[in-house]
């Protein structure tokens, strides 16, 4: 077992504003697989991922992953935690719009103790024509495809992908899905990804889905589809 997440609850606010964004989630994942969070707007998948990756804290349930208890960690810990081991992609690309493509990816290399070499990752990432190129150069999906290179090149244990395709057309989403699916395989790096849509979650090992704070179905995905072969 890779992660196991115990009785995971969360609350915001307070009194008559209290929000339940978490109401006892649990489930295990095993090395290698590729999760989908799928639900709706309010459904806590985005709450579950963060706390996955250490940027919140649970107010209550536990977080393990690789033996690495992350419940406890104080602010310095997580810091280092989330620097050693997970990656993350989020719908914003958040890149330094005065560093070239290959500087992007290499702040990831500079974060890791085992880094992947960045040429060959940029080839992966059919980003090498673009290397020295500025973000505001790029189109969306090449911003994106440099944000997974940023990510991927600090060889994680877990990628974390928040909605990655949110902000792209539908031919760029599949490129881009493609990609995460082939840096899964090449590098056999676990992946939660969280989204809504329902054609995307088809191309995941496993199906979470979330509604209203709770886990209402985990199931494995039966009729599993390459990325390539989605309608979206």
């Not at 290698?32 to 579950?48: A, R």
């Not at 880094?115 to 059919?126: R, S």
Request: glycine residues 10%; hydrophobic residues 35%; contains cysteine.
């Amino acid at each position: 077992m890779f992660i196991e997440i115990k009785d995971i609850k969360k609350d915001f606010g307070a009194g008559d504003n209290l929000t339940r964004a978490l109401n006892g989630v649990s489930f295990t994942m095993n090395k290698g697989e590729m999760v989908v969070l799928l639900g709706p707007s309010g459904s806590g998948k985005s709450t579950l991922l963060n706390i996955i990756g250490g940027i919140e804290s649970a107010d209550a349930g536990s977080v393990e992953i690789n033996g690495e208890k992350v419940h406890g960690m104080s602010e310095k810990q997580r810091i280092i935690y989330r620097r050693n081991h997970l990656g993350y992609v989020f719908q914003s690309y958040n890149l330094i719009p005065n560093l070239t493509v290959r500087e992007n990816v290499e702040v990831g290399a500079y974060l890791s103790k085992d880094p992947l070499g960045v040429d060959e990752l940029l080839g992966v990432l059919g980003l090498t024509k673009h290397k020295d190129k500025i973000p505001s150069q790029l189109s969306g999906g090449q911003q994106q495809r440099t944000s997974i290179g940023r990510a991927i090149v600090k060889n994680p244990d877990l990628l974390l992908c928040d909605e990655p395709t949110g902000a792209l057309d539908s031919e760029n989403s599949k490129q881009i899905l493609e990609l995460i699916e082939k840096v899964k395989e090449k590098y056999s790096t676990s992946v939660i990804m969280v989204t809504h849509n329902e054609n995307i979650a088809l191309m995941a090992d496993r199906i979470i889905r979330l509604k209203d704070g709770k886990i209402v179905k985990d199931e494995i995905n039966a009729q599993k589809i390459k990325a390539g072969d989605l309608v979206l």
